[in-house]
């Protein structure tokens, strides 16, 4: 039982995640109703008790503010700050950190159409991996002439 309650809770999460990211590419606006929106599928997926869910909805963090640069929410980002701090699970920690950075650091990272090249639904851990690249690769400098 439980295992259908999973799979059908990524499944409509990922179901959504397409149906709002489509429509946000195609439109490319921020309407209220539409941050609205975000914000509440947002925080209901970062609400689940599933990690599979929870690391879906904090690849949709980054792939709402990638489309949408204007969006942002404080309910969300709390949510995600309060996950990275109490999440048993290593990898969500670290995703979850990443994204809060993303939202607070925006201007660190390449423009958006460098970033939406990055985005992969099939492969969520791509974005992750390039923005800590991205992040990492201005901290290392070098003495040689």
Same mark, same amino acid.
């Given at each position: 039982m439980?295992? *259908?309650k999973y799979i059908l809770s990524i499944i409509s999460v990922v179901v959504f995640s397409l149906t709002i990211t489509a429509e946000a590419i195609s439109q490319n606006n921020l309407s209220e &109703?539409?941050?609205e929106r975000l914000e509440q599928s947002l925080f209901y997926g970062l609400s689940s008790d599933v990690n599979g869910v929870i690391e879906s909805t904090l690849f949709n963090m980054l792939n709402y503010k990638i489309v949408y640069p204007g969006f942002h929410s404080v309910k969300v980002v709390g949510k995600a700050e309060q996950i990275a701090e109490v999440t048993t699970s290593e990898s969500i920690s670290l995703k979850a950190n990443l994204v809060i950075y993303f939202y607070q650091n925006r201007e660190r990272f390449p423009d958006s &159409?460098? $970033? *939406?090249? &990055? $985005?992969d639904h099939m492969d969520q851990a791509r974005i992750f991996e390039y923005l800590r690249n991205v992040d990492h690769a201005g901290q290392f400098t070098s003495t040689q002439k």
């Open positions: 439980f295992k *259908i &109703e539409r941050s &159409e460098n $970033l *939406i090249a &990055e $985005l």
